[in-house]
């Protein structure tokens, strides 16, 4: 059997999955995984990468990321060999550290997103070993498990930098501890069972989990570059698919009622609304941070960083803001979708 494709294109979310080599432990102690954290978010600065949720097991571990520049294999590339460089010079282990090609399943829909995170996060405590464990023992283990980003999404410790807790507006809750003690109302209420859902869905598709309308998209992008009968490679959609910095600029003067000059000028007059338009050029151009900074007026790129961390920390805070980001981002895309239409 030929083994999955990839589908790469800008603001792809990705399932990701990689194991140790002939299943072997990867991770042997907190200061391994200390440093692949270390990796990690370097590699999401560099490849301008989108954490949303991960999982570290001795063998293996688990990612929910979105790649704005489309670069999936460039930053999982740069990751795997980061840390198996590590690997094999600490614990003097010659061959590879990970076992061929990592999964990347390709994600959409809030629903199965949110569910996503929920299969990584319970990923402690579906083990082998805690299969006859109560259920108090399993919530013990889980919420004082430290290679994971639950513990941040249930608000036992603080939110970590690393992670974008958008999804966590989709929780009933009105504040950041109402919506965090949702989540771990959410996850609890599946530490002993099957999210059937989630598990037809995996199964209905190699290559993307979402509903049918989706997957069938997936499906015949892939029939379409005759990939059946191929033994390697990716498909990379148009890169013409990228935003561009005035397509979000518009979309941000819009949702604001701001002004084109109100943005780019020096100073705060925009606000909210010019970090918000730094943070998502960012994410959707395939600009660097400095060409966004330069564009909105900033006097250096750290000025429009700040910002950035700015919008990112109080998403985690605010639904209504998430909430409008959302509509900003798919007014977007639907100017891509235009575009590339008419052309």
């Not at 069972?193 to 069938?216: T, V």
């Not at 060409?291 to 998403?315: D, H, M, P």
Request: hydrophobic share 35%.
């Amino acid at each position: 059997m030929p083994r999955p494709w990839r589908i790469r294109f800008a603001g792809a979310k990705y399932h990701v999955t990689s194991r140790g080599n002939g299943r072997e432990a990867v991770f042997w102690n907190r200061k391994d995984e200390e440093r692949f954290l270390e990796q990690l978010d370097e590699a999401l600065k560099e490849d301008q990468v989108v954490l949303y949720a991960y999982v570290l097991m001795p063998n293996h571990y688990h990612l929910l990321v979105e790649t704005p520049l489309g670069n999936i294999q460039r930053f999982m590339q740069r990751l795997n060999t980061a840390y198996g460089m590590y690997f094999r010079y600490k614990h003097s282990r010659p061959g590879h550290c990970f076992q061929g090609r990592y999964g990347a399943t390709l994600v959409e829909g809030d629903d199965y997103i949110i569910r996503l995170t929920r299969y990584i996060h319970l990923n402690p405590v579906k083990v082998e070993r805690l299969k006859t464990k109560s259920r108090q023992e399993k919530l013990e283990h889980l919420n004082g498990y430290e290679g994971s980003s639950y513990r941040g999404y249930a608000g036992l410790i603080s939110p970590e930098a690393r992670i974008d807790y958008r999804w966590l507006a989709l929780m009933a809750g009105l504040t950041r501890r109402g919506r965090s003690s949702e989540y771990r109302q959410y996850i609890e209420g599946m530490i002993d069972g099957e999210d059937k859902e989630l598990a037809q869905a995996k199964e209905a598709s190699r290559y993307a989990i979402g509903d049918e309308k989706f997957r069938e998209m997936a499906r015949e992008e892939l029939r379409s570059k005759e990939i059946e009968m191929a033994l390697t490679g990716d498909v990379v959609w148009p890169e013409d698919e990228m935003a561009s910095i005035e397509m979000v600029e518009n979309a941000v003067k819009e949702s604001f009622r701001v002004t084109g000059e109100d943005l780019r000028c020096h100073g705060r007059r925009a606000g909210l609304a010019k970090a918000v338009a730094v943070e998502l050029c960012c994410r959707l151009t395939g600009r660097s941070q400095r060409e966004v900074a330069r564009y909105f007026g900033y006097r250096s790129e750290s000025a429009a960083g700040k910002q950035r961390r700015l919008v990112q920390a109080q998403l985690a805070e605010d639904k209504k803001l998430a909430g409008r980001i959302a509509r900003i981002e798919s007014a977007v895309h639907k100017g891509i979708s235009k575009k590339h239409h008419n052309e």
